[in-house]
């Protein structure tokens, strides 16, 4: 069975300050995974999946099959990433994502 | 906006009732899924339907059913309500039938059981 582990509930950094938001992930097969946030008073939304390797926002997530990982980084952290960030997992031709339960971030000025 | 509406905003209801929550999915988008949110649980899949037909289910209790009209809206039936079943609903769509077609949320409905 899969599952998604988001380890801290709840994490804070101070504007400009790099931040890590950890997903740990089990799966024997080779999983597809997302980052999904939600900004105060607005709905979830995809933020940005391992199979673009792209940077949004300024975050990037790295998959990492040996250590089961896939954490969400960004170098330097602004107010506006405050959010509630969610980690999903998909298994290849499956129809629905797993979630984590979530990290709320908070930046501090 | 992300283009799908879900209602209504609140519910507030009595154990052992029924209740239905309405979703409808982006102009176009064929998939909707359901999400059960609790305080200790998270996001929870539930169940996905895409063009009028189940396609996966999750951790749906059998006292829950959905179904999806040929409109292409669907709702969710909601039935012996427990106090545990206090949650936010979130529905989401898509244009295809699964992964790696982005799901668009919709802005919850929150149910409280009393």
């Known amino acids: 069975a899969q599952r998604v582990t988001q380890p801290e509930k709840l994490l804070s950094v101070f504007k400009g300050a790099p931040v890590e938001l950890k997903c740990n992930y089990s799966y024997s097969g080779s999983p597809e995974l997302f980052w999904y946030v939600q900004y105060s008073r607005q709905r979830l939304q995809l933020l940005l999946r391992?199979?673009s390797r792209e940077s949004i926002k300024g975050f990037t997530a790295d998959l990492n099959k040996g250590e089961t990982s896939f954490h969400l980084k960004k170098p330097f952290a602004q107010e506006e990433d405050s959010a509630m960030y969610y980690c999903a997992l998909n298994r290849p031709g499956a129809n629905n994502l797993f979630f984590g339960t979530g990290t709320r971030l908070t930046v501090i000025p | 906006d992300s283009g799908v509406t879900q209602t209504p905003k609140h519910l507030i209801t009595a154990t052992g009732q029924r209740v239905t929550l309405r979703c409808s999915p982006r102009?176009?988008?064929?998939?909707v899924y359901w999400y059960q949110q609790s305080l200790d649980q998270g996001l929870q899949f539930l169940i996905q339907?895409?063009?009028?037909?189940?396609?996966a289910k999750g951790n749906i209790l059998e006292r829950f059913s959905a179904q999806q009209f040929p409109d292409l809206h669907s709702e969710l039936n909601l039935s012996s309500l427990e106090l545990g079943d206090s949650a936010l609903y979130f529905c989401?769509?898509?244009?295809?039938?699964?992964?790696?077609?982005?799901?668009?949320f919709g802005p919850g409905t929150r149910l409280t059981v009393t």
């Open positions: 102009s176009g988008d064929l998939s």
């Open positions: 391992h199979i």
């Open positions: 989401a769509s898509s244009a295809g039938r699964g992964i790696p077609y982005e799901q668009y």
């Open positions: 339907y895409y063009n009028g037909e189940e396609r």
